[in-house]
Every structure is written in structure tokens, then in C-alpha cells.
């Protein structure tokens, strides 16, 4: 057999191959950084040069990378994997799975199902249309900045999307204005929650509502926890109003929020959840829990093929089994307020020449995700997505990997995994970049 035929560019570096071949609609990028191994809380760049991972890829990662337990899963479901799907056969993970997350989600009084997808989106848009075609109402509620998938009915009540101009709104949709503690409407955060949460009555009291979609921390619409009550009272809305509570745990749960699930701060017991990101340690697997009356029908309305194969659903099983067997949500808890310690202790020294103090409007967290706000002033509020954009590179270039949500926060979601000298050092990058990117 020939030698294959050179592949033109390869000596060239990753980034300029990715310009060249891979389709921009898919990509956010903010600095060119360009990865080819990692392990734990570690992504190693190309020359070798490792960097402290603060994202987890925007939460999948939630065990780090080259966990043990993924490992042998993964392994051992390819070896002798009973086909790679779930839709017209049983295998042993699959029900597994759908078992193990009955017992780990609470849930009302009734018999619940398990829906498997691939990734968030499809949990959430499968969820929807359910709602939809058996309560016999076709109206969704959503909030504004939020977000719950790149595809189909989900994409179209990401209010991120909606309002970012690259979807269309669901034609039977309403968005509701959500709780923000540090830009409160009214003056105050008491005032701000009864506002947002009159508007949910209002809307929900026409009587026409399928659902009610909400995010227990409004991630990439700004990293925004929500006032103490807030999806409690919300909770006792939709009940009386006879609407279902889908909450999306798909980016903030699964023990990031010091929590299983982060809707427990509230104490409330939604009638639907999602999973995914972190559920599958970055392999593409969803989940939706909710009532057998609304996901059992139609058959066969939500057919992907490979979904609920062996290799995920073996990988999600060990993930949850981990997340227990470790109290990885009580780790993250203990990790989360050391990083949210030091990172204020820093703030309130105000660093080199005041800019901490000045540039840092608001430091938020629950557990290990973590929303450092960066303004102009903080007596304004202003926000600055310019200097955000140039602390986020600076990062980079000091060495760690950080994103941005809502423009100019910088969400720092780091794996669950991450040690206490990771935590340190990363305080230190994040103080450094912030001050060197204000630095006149």
C-alpha cells in the first residue's frame, strides 16, 4: 500500500489548521491558545508549557482530565460494547444510568422516566416539546440572558442567542427579566427579586403555559446567583399555577455548586431537570428526569441513534459514582470558598495602584464556580468588556485558561479536582492579569 499522500499545512501550528478547516459557526474563541494533552486540572500546550485549566471546557470537564474511573470505564465499554445505542435494544449502563439518577435526583410523588441524549440541548429541547405535547399548552417560559442549547426549541429560549441575534425566538415563547443581586432594578435586591418575580406570576397566570425553564445560576448570561429564595418562591409559583419546573442543571450542577445539585440551596424539587456537560467528564451525554406521564409519549419522538450508548452511559455512571463515593460535592464547597477567600482578600487590598479595587466590581461564587465581574469604575457599574477581553488573554499568557460570560465577567469553573496549590497559583494569575491589563 502507498504511502499516504502529505497533508499540506501540518507543519504549520494548530491554530492556523483550525482557520483552514474547521467551521467557524461551531467556534468561540478568545486568545489563540492551542492544547494537545491534559491531566487533572493541567491542559499542556503544544511546546509543553502547561496551563491551569479554570473552565473545565466551560464546565464538561467536572473530573478533570484522564480521570482513573473514566478511564476504565471507557475502556471497558469499548472493549465488548453491546452495540452503541439504545434506542431499539437494552443494555445494562443504559438502564443503569436511568436508575442511578432516579435515586440521586429527588422528585414528586409519581412514576418518573430518564430521557438520555447526547448533550444538553437535546435534554432541554426533548424535555420541552414533552411538555408541550401532553399538557396540551404551548407556551415556554425562559429568562432573559439565559441559555439552553445551540439547537432546536432550546436554542430558540436562550435569551443569549435571542438576544446576540443568532436565533430566531421561539414563536411561543415569553422571556422573564431574572434576579441580578449586583444590578439590582429598583435600587435594591429585595425590590429587584419581588419585580421579577411579580413578572413570572403575571405571565404564568394566563393559563396557557407548558413550562417554565430556569437556570439556578444564570451562567453565561454573567455568571448571576440569584437572591437566597429565588427558585423557591418560583417553585411555589408554578405549583399553584399547575406548570412544570424544568430547571437546568446542565452547566451549574452535579456538584460544582458545593451541592449534588444546585437547585438544593433553595430546598425545591423541580418536576423536570437536565443534565449534561460534566455528566459525561466531556464525552456527549444528556439526561432528562421528569414524570412518566410526560416523558413516556410520544414513542419515538426524540430517536438519536446513538444515544444511551454503552460508552457514555458507562462514563456518566462513573462520574456519578464518583461524585458520591468521594463527596466531591463537599470537596467542592471546601475548594470554592478558599479560591473566593483569597481572590476578595486580594480585591480588598486593592492591589498595585488601587486596580483591583477599582476594575473588580462584583466576586460571586457557589462552590467552585466562581463570577469576577470587571467594570470601569465601581461606582458607576459600568461594564467593561474591553479590559475583561484583555485580562482573560493575560491569563492566558501567565498561564491558565479562563472564558468570559455575560461580556465582561470572567467565569471561573475550574474541575472539581483542582488542588489547593492549583487554587493558589491561579489567585495569583487572576490578580496579576487584572492588574497588568489596567495598567495605564
Not at 36 to 58: F, K, Y
Not at 155 to 164: D, L, P, Y
Not at 242 to 271: M, N, Q, S
Not at 413 to 420: A, F, N, S
Request: one cysteine or more; aromatic letters at 4%.
Amino acid at each position: 500500500m502507498p504511502a499516504p499522500a502529505a497533508v499540506p499545512g501540518r507543519t504549520e501550528d494548530l491554530a492556523a489548521r483550525d482557520a483552514r478547516s474547521i467551521a467557524g459557526i461551531e467556534k468561540l474563541r478568545s486568545f489563540p491558545v492551542e492544547v494537545v494533552s491534559g491531566h487533572g486540572s493541567t491542559l499542556v500546550e503544544p511546546g509543553g508549557r502547561e496551563l491551569i485549566d479554570l473552565s473545565a471546557t466551560w464546565t464538561a470537564c467536572g473530573l478533570g482530565h484522564g480521570h482513573p474511573a473514566v478511564v476504565e470505564a471507557v475502556t471497558r465499554a469499548v472493549r465488548d460494547a453491546p452495540g452503541m445505542g439504545t434506542g431499539s435494544l437494552v443494555h445494562p449502563d443504559a438502564v443503569g444510568l436511568a436508575e442511578d439518577l432516579l435515586t440521586l435526583v429527588p422528585g414528586n410523588v409519581g412514576d418518573r422516566r430518564v430521557y438520555i441524549g447526547h448533550a444538553g440541548s437535546d435534554a432541554n429541547d426533548v424535555a420541552i416539546r414533552a411538555c408541550r405535547f401532553n399538557t396540551g399548552r404551548s407556551r415556554v417560559l425562559a429568562f432573559e440572558h439565559g441559555y439552553h442549547g445551540g439547537i432546536g426549541v432550546a436554542m430558540g429560549v436562550s435569551g443569549v442567542h435571542v438576544e446576540g441575534g443568532a436565533s430566531a425566538p421561539d414563536p411561543d415563547s415569553a422571556f422573564l427579566p431574572y434576579p441580578n443581586p449586583y444590578r439590582p432594578r429598583g435600587g435594591s435586591p429585595a425590590t429587584d427579586l419581588e419585580y421579577c418575580l411579580s413578572a413570572a406570576e403575571k405571565a404564568l397566570a394566563a393559563g396557557d403555559v407548558a413550562c417554565l425553564l430556569v437556570e439556578p445560576i444564570l451562567s453565561d448570561g454573567g455568571f448571576v446567583i440569584p437572591q437566597d429564595g429565588f427558585l423557591a418562591r418560583l417553585a411555589e409559583l408554578t405549583l399553584a399555577h399547575g406548570v412544570l419546573l424544568l430547571c437546568d442543571e446542565v452547566k451549574v450542577g452535579l456538584g460544582r455548586p458545593g451541592t449534588l445539585h444546585a437547585f438544593e440551596h433553595d430546598g425545591v424539587i423541580p418536576d423536570i431537570v437536565t443534565f449534561g456537560k460534566s455528566l459525561g467528564a466531556g464525552l456527549p451525554i444528556s439526561a432528562a428526569v421528569g414524570p412518566a406521564e410526560i416523558l413516556d409519549s410520544p414513542t419515538g419522538a426524540a430517536l438519536l441513534t446513538t444515544a444511551g450508548n454503552p460508552v457514555c452511559t458507562a462514563v456518566a455512571r462513573a462520574v456519578l459514582s464518583t461524585l458520591v463515593k468521594e463527596d466531591i460535592p463537599a470537596q467542592a464547597a471546601e475548594r470554592g470558598a478558599r479560591f473566593l477567600t483569597g481572590l476578595r482578600s486580594a480585591v480588598a487590598a486593592g492591589g498595585r495602584d488601587g486596580l483591583l479595587a477599582r476594575h473588580v466590581g462584583s466576586l460571586r461564587g457557589r462552590g467552585l464556580g466562581i463570577g469576577m465581574e470587571i467594570v470601569t469604575d465601581p461606582e458607576s457599574r459600568t461594564r467593561d468588556s474591553a479590559l475583561a477581553e484583555k485580562v482573560v488573554r493575560r491569563v492566558w499568557e501567565l498561564g491558565a485558561v479562563v472564558y468570559l460570560v455575560g461580556g465582561n465577567v470572567l467565569e471561573i469553573t475550574p474541575p472539581l479536582v483542582i488542588t489547593d496549590a492549583e487554587i493558589d497559583r491561579a489567585v495569583e494569575i487572576l490578580v496579576q492579569s487584572v492588574e497588568d491589563a489596567a495598567a495605564p
